[in-house]
């Protein structure tokens, strides 16, 4: 199971990198793996204002329909529209071509709430 030490993670298994007050955000290794074959990937708050924790958008996997919650509060600024044509990316390349979300943060304060990589590897076991 890949858990980057460069990223933040949520208990609610996103991922958050962050750079110059934006943040982009996934799904990881473990919640894909756990999903299975994800085979839709749907946001509809592009251009809201939502708080930490709100729930973003829906991943669907082959046997179950999942939210997503934002990690941070603040404006979603841009969705991964290659997305709606190849969700499979989410599976083949969760940190990478599998992102979901960009996000202008709202509340910097916020960000110390995220998991660090060794607290994400304590929640699911690895």
């Avoid at 969705?79 to 044509?85: A, C």
Wanted: charged share 30%; glycine share 8%; hydrophobic share 35%.
């Amino acid at each position: 199971m890949n858990i980057p030490s460069n990223l933040k993670y949520t208990k609610d298994h996103e991922w958050v990198k962050i750079e110059d007050g934006i943040a982009t955000v996934g799904i990881t290794d473990f919640a894909q793996g756990e999903l299975g074959d994800i085979v839709y990937v749907e946001v509809e708050t592009l251009d809201e204002t939502l708080d930490q924790e709100e729930v973003f958008g829906t991943v669907e996997a082959v046997k179950t329909v999942s939210d997503l919650f934002i990690p941070l509060s603040g404006e979603i600024i841009e969705f991964n529209e290659d997305l709606e044509s190849e969700p499979e990316k989410v599976n083949s390349d969760p940190y990478g071509e599998g992102w979901m979300v960009k996000i202008k943060i709202s509340n910097p304060d916020e960000i110390d709430s995220l998991l660090d990589a060794e607290a994400y590897k304590e929640l699911v076991g690895a």
